[in-house]
C-alpha cells in the first residue's frame, strides 16, 4: 500500500524464482572451483599427463557456460501493480522486459488451460500469461486473490459514472 497522503492506493504481487545463490556467491564458487581444478590439473602436468589439464579446461569451460545460463536467468520476475484502476504487469525474463498494463474493467482472469495451468490476464486485444515462478497448485488461489483485488476497486470516478449528472 502507498504511504503518501493522497496517493492512490497501490497493491503489489511479486512472483520470481527461488534461487538460494546470488550472481555473486555463483562467481566466487566458480573461481574457486577454477582455483582448485587447476591447481590439481598442473599438479598432474607437473607429473609428465598434461592430457589431465586439457581436460581441466574444457570441464572448467562447461561448467562457466552452464553456471553463465544459470545467472541470466536468476533474477527472472513477474510483478503486477494493481494502482488506481490500471493492472500494471512486468515480465523480466533474462535480459528482455515486457510491461504490459490492463484497465481493470476490461480485465478477465482466467486459467490459461486446465487445473494448474498459468494464470491469463486479458483485455482490450492484449493477453498476457503469469504465475511461471508460482507453483502449480498455488495458482489457482493467486488468481482468486486477483480477482477479488479487482471487485473491491472503488467505482470509477467520471461523468460516465456520476448519478449526479443530468442526460439531456
Not at 13 to 34: A, D
Not at 41 to 50: D, E, I, R, S, Y
Not at 87 to 112: D, I, K, S, Y
Not at 121 to 136: A, C, I, T
Request: glycine share 10%; aromatic share 8%; charged share 20%.
Amino acid at each position: 500500500m502507498s504511504g503518501l497522503p493522497g496517493a492512490p492506493q497501490a497493491l503489489q504481487w511479486l512472483q520470481k524464482r527461488n534461487c538460494s545463490l546470488t550472481p555473486r556467491q555463483l562467481g566466487l564458487f566458480y573461481l574457486s572451483l577454477c582455483a582448485v581444478s587447476l591447481l590439481i590439473g598442473v599438479f598432474f602436468f607437473l607429473q609428465g599427463a598434461p592430457v589431465v589439464l586439457l581436460f581441466t579446461g574444457l570441464e572448467l569451460l562447461a561448467v562457466g557456460v552452464a553456471l553463465l545460463l544459470f545467472a541470466r536467468h536468476a533474477g527472472d520476475r513477474e510483478t503486477l501493480t494493481l494502482v488506481g484502476r490500471q493492472l500494471q504487469v512486468e515480465q523480466h525474463v533474462g535480459p528482455r522486459v515486457q510491461r504490459t498494463e490492463f484497465a481493470a474493467e476490461w480485465l478477465h482472469v482466467e486459467p490459461a488451460g486446465g487445473q494448474g495451468s498459468l494464470v491469463q490476464l486479458s483485455g482490450r486485444g492484449q493477453q498476457v500469461r503469469v504465475g511461471r515462478f508460482l507453483r502449480p497448485e498455488l495458482r489457482g488461489a493467486f488468481a482468486r486473490e486477483l480477482r477479488l483485488a479487482l471487485r473491491r476497486l472503488p467505482p470509477q470516478e467520471g461523468p460516465e459514472n456520476d448519478l449526479n449528472r443530468s442526460t439531456p
